[in-house]
């Protein structure tokens, strides 16, 4: 098992700029989530998942979107970047609705000029 | 000047040492703990756990004490190594298991010299 993979590590984007960032797991985890982390804090939830084509707000979803097409996929996309999105964002899965299981992947680290 | 939260406590420790990191949680309504391990360009990797019906919880080589009272957290780490070293998480969770309910605090980076 690859467990939980992002793509791309790393991305350079101007202001208005839109991407995905990518989030696979090969697990068959029902529960998905994104979290940005900030210089000096801990990561704060964005948007989570608990099962294909169910997602929901975290405390921090604006500025973000999500979908759950597939139980492996959960991307994650931002619209209109700024320079507050400057973060390193991570996903992780879960088996469960237990958070000892959750795993997360490497990271992306995103830059917006 | 200095931006709140661009400054993470730190620990250094010699090897061999036991070290203590400690975490302040905000909700008394929290039942459920977890500290995190996170290395360097890596994400963070679930360590130990502790539920509000309990004080005490060891693992191997970790101990987790949860005082209520204070709100406080702990994590013991016996007989400290080099490969400890990485930025440590508390996060509380204020839904029970339910997931998505987590609430991290800031971290602190634990230093282990040899």
């Known amino acids: 098992n690859a467990g939980v993979t992002q793509t791309p590590k790393f991305q350079v984007l101007k202001t208005g700029q839109s991407m995905t960032l990518q989030c696979a797991q090969d697990?068959?985890?029902?529960?998905m989530s994104w979290y940005r982390q900030d210089p000096g804090m801990g990561l704060r939830l964005i948007h989570y998942?608990?099962?294909?084509?169910?997602?929901d707000q975290g405390e921090v979803p604006n500025g973000y979107n999500v979908s759950r097409s597939t139980t492996e996929d959960f991307p994650l996309r931002l619209l209109s970047a700024a320079p507050s999105q400057t973060s390193v964002y991570f996903c992780?899965?879960?088996?469960?609705?237990?958070?000892?299981?959750?795993?997360f992947g490497p990271g992306t680290r995103l830059l917006v000029l | 000047g200095e931006s709140v939260g661009l400054h993470l406590p730190t620990l250094s420790v010699q090897e061999g040492d036991n070290s203590i990191i400690n975490c302040a949680y905000s909700?008394?309504?929290?039942?459920?703990f977890i500290w995190y391990k996170q290395e360097s360009g890596k994400g963070p990797q679930f360590i130990i756990d502790?539920?509000?019906?309990?004080d005490k919880r060891q693992g191997q080589r970790v101990t987790v004490l949860l005082n209520k009272t204070v709100k406080h957290l702990s994590l013991q780490i016996a007989a400290t190594q080099p490969g400890d070293s990485a930025v440590y998480f508390c996060?509380?969770?204020?839904?029970?298991?339910?997931?998505?309910?987590?609430?991290f605090g800031q971290g602190t980076i634990l230093t282990v010299h040899p």
């Open positions: 992780a899965s879960s088996p469960d609705r237990a958070q000892e299981t959750q795993y």
């Open positions: 909700n008394s309504a929290s039942d459920y």
């Open positions: 502790i539920r509000s019906n309990m």
């Open positions: 996060a509380e969770n204020t839904g029970g298991t339910s997931y998505g309910k987590l609430t």
């Open positions: 998942s608990v099962g294909a084509g169910i997602t």
């Open positions: 697990m068959n985890h029902e529960y």
